[in-house]
Structure formats: C-alpha cells, structure tokens
C-alpha cells in the first residue's frame, strides 16, 4: 500500500512523505517546534533580512519542506536553505536500500518541487565533513544538525557549525531523546566508546540517540529542547537557551500524519 500512495503522489506532482523509502525519518512534532523557532526569529530580528538555513541530513525532504514553508511563511519567502546528505548509506536497512538505489535524492528533489520550496533550496551532495570545507566562507543564521547520529560524527558537526555559524545564529538539531543528567549517562558512556547510534534507556527501555546525547553536552551543557529538538542560540559570544513559549505555529499538511479517513494519527 505504502508503495501505491508513493508511486501516486510522485505521479501527481504531490509531496511524499510517507513510510515508503523511509521518506519520513521524524516525528511530526519536530516540524512544528522548527516553524515555531522561525515564526521566532521573524519576530525578534532587527530587520527584514534574508534568513540563511544549514541543514545537514536531510533525506527525503522533509524538514527542508518545513524549513522553506516556514521561510515563505514568516520571512515572505526570504532566505535560502543549503540541504546536505549523502544520500546513501544511513544505518536503517529500508533507507540503505533506498540511497544504494538512488532512488532517495530523485525523491527528495521531487518533494521540494513538488511542495514549492526549490528555489529556496541548494542541495548538496556530500557528507558534513566535506560540506562544512566547502561551505567554509559562509555563513548561516540557523545551522540543523540530523545527519550522522554517532558521538564522533556530531561533536565534528557541531564544532564546524560553530565556525559558519553568523552572530546571534542559532544551532540545533534532533534527536536529543535524552540529556545527560537523565538517567542514562553510564549507557551514553559505553554507546560512545563503542561507536553505537542507538541505545536504550535503563528506567523507561526507550530508545535514544547517545551520540547526540554527549556530543550536545560537551558543546552546550544542558540545552532547551523539545521531544528531541532542541537549540541553543549565540549571543555576544555565550550560548543561551531558546524558549519558544506562547507560540502557536502550523505544520505543513504533508509533514503530519493522517489515516485513510483524514484523522490525525499523531497529536501535537
Ligand atoms: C534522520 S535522517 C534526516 C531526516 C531529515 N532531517 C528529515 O526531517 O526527514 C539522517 C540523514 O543523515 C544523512 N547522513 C548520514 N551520514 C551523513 C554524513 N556524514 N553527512 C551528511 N549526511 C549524512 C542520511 O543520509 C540521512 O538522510
């Protein structure tokens, strides 16, 4: 069924992001907690500037979608996105099937066409080491990091973003399921040793990111987060919490989840 509402939609001209080629690789929640960092920062930079977006890991889109729709939303189409992946290899054996094919970048510049956010987007085609050499001379406002989860990949990400990263720009990312100070900080130790993405927690046996877990800590110290976003803005040379409080922001309609009937399947 997956496959018939991808091989639909791609034939509509419409946006995939459903289970097919694991086109959709986070939670809803994720999306809305960017538009409200972007309907934010809209509302507290000096001017009507250009926003300027990096993002590393991006799939099948969909946080690009969120990102561009949130630009047109707020910053009346303003800014640019720079979108890198390598689009192969990624740890889940569907997406190493879809990335090994190919198939995963014509679908993700399908989806950014097909959602009207191409000319906002720059995809690039590389890992984050290479990206970040290439992309050196510039600079960004806000800086995604959803790429390679392992400790050493992060704390590498995190370190370049700092460098490219223009004055009062903010870092952020996903998957920080758990912060250390959390109850898991002896599996966050062996996870890093051993190069593992994925552990579980001791007290809940949920699964978590241990990897993005420490790195985010060396870097940051306890940050604000969100179910697993988080951000962390630079300010006169500190880094400070960001709060999102009382804001009220709209997911774009193909990043939420429905069923056949049109109902929601995942409550904000
Ligand atoms: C969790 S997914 C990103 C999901 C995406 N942000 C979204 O919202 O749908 C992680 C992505 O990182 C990419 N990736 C893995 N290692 C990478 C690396 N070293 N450099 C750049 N991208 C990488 C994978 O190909 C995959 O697309």
Known sequence: MSQADFEAALNANQPYFGPHLGCRLSWPH???????????LASTRASSAPLSI?????????????W??????????????????????????????????GAIKHVFLHNIR???????????????????????????????IDGDHRYEQ???DLKHAQDCLAPGGVICGDDLEVQRGEGADAAVARAVVDGDAWAAHPVSGLGFHPGVTQAVFETFGPVSAWGGFWAMS?????????SLDGIEAEVPRALIQYDENGKRLFDL
């Not at 990096?54 to 969120?66: D, N, Q, R």
């Open 68 to 101: 561009g729709q949130g630009l047109q939303r707020y910053f009346a189409g303003r800014g640019q996105i720079v979108s890198v992946d390598v689009w192969a290899e990624n740890g889940e054996p569907v997406a190493n099937l879809a990335g090994a094919s």
């Open 54 to 66: 990096l993002e590393i890991g991006v799939w099948a889109g969909a946080s690009t979608v969120s």
């Open 30 to 40: 994720i999306y809305y907690f960017q538009q409200k960092l972007l309907q934010k």
């Open 234 to 242: 630079e300010t006169q040379g500190r880094w400070m919490p960001v």
């Open 154 to 156: 992060v704390r590498r």
């Open 114 to 144: 097909a959602s009207g956010v191409a000319a906002l987007v720059e995809p690039l085609h590389a890992d984050s080491d290479t990206a970040f050499a290439q992309l050196a001379a510039r600079r960004f406002d806000v800086i995604y």
